[in-house]
């Protein structure tokens, strides 16, 4: 199958997504008290699509030639084992999501990564632009760690943009501010990590950020035992206190946030 095809539609998914979410939040907001959203958005929007451009730039290449490299060369766990084409992608996803989550909790647990990670919890208004909302520095660091990661596992690359494109819709809808209702969310949870979920995630107190660290499948907090769930959802205030003044609001502050004295306490 071809990767090429695959990436150009999730990028028109991603386009569909986001603006569908960006109307149901101004219709159905769950926190309804939101000033200058459009400065908010926009400002996360371009951090988006700057990553983007830069990514794609950096990391492409080599995420096409280390993926070929480890089929060329039959190398990784999953080049080892022999099984039908449908169940090694399923195998795939699993595999990669968890190590999403392994990787996401050592963002938290790393004082030199959570430099870097604290600027997409900085957000004091969750939304679905909160989503796009990573410093280039994660995103290099957990590119090169991903390159030996791919090679290990032996993805292929229309795996990876499988993977992407299916975290995609997931990662836009549980940062956004829908209010879907409770018993929906706790529906959708059982497999997958829902808004209800994420937002502990995002919470101002450390016990709630340092819980849910899950990106597609809901299950690997429960195993974990980092699962955390929040009966009054309207209670929670989101961001870092250390961050919530504007100048680490702003385009600027948000690029030197990593490099702030500030650290988690
Ligand atoms: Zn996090
Ligand atoms: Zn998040």
Do not use: C
């Amino acid at each position: 199958m071809d990767p090429e095809g695959l990436k150009e539609g999730k990028i028109l998914l991603e386009i569909v997504i986001l603006s569908l979410l960006l109307i149901l939040e101004a219709w159905l907001p769950l926190f309804k008290e939101r000033k200058e959203r459009l400065r908010h958005g926009s400002r996360n929007i371009a951090m988006g699509l700057m990553n983007g451009a830069m990514t794609g730039f950096l990391f492409s290449g080599a995420t096409a030639f280390i993926t070929e490299a480890a089929e060329f060369q039959g190398f990784g766990l999953l080049h080892w084992i022999e099984i039908p084409f449908w169940t090694e992608a399923a195998i795939a996803i699993f595999v990669f999501d968890l190590w999403m989550y392994l990787w996401h909790r050592a963002n938290h647990q790393m004082p030199f990564l959570w430099r870097f990670h604290r600027m997409h919890h900085s957000d004091p208004q969750l939304d679905v632009t909160t989503a796009l909302r990573f410093h280039i520095g994660e995103l290099t660091l957990s590119s090169l760690v991903r390159f030996g990661i791919l090679y290990l596992l032996g993805l292929t690359l229309w795996q990876l943009i499988l993977y992407e494109t299916i975290l995609l819709p997931i990662i836009l809808f549980h940062h956004s501010n829908v209010a879907l209702p409770e018993r929906w969310d706790r529906l959708f949870r059982i497999l997958l990590v829902t808004p209800n979920m994420h937002r502990v995630h995002h919470s101002h107190f450390q016990p709630e950020t340092d819980s849910n660290y899950s990106s597609i499948f809901s299950f690997w907090d429960r195993f974990a035992k980092s699962f955390r769930r929040k009966e009054d959802i309207l209670t929670l205030h989101y961001g870092l206190d250390a961050f919530e003044a504007e100048r680490w609001q702003s385009f600027l502050g948000l690029l030197v946030t990593p490099f702030s004295p500030a650290q988690k306490e």
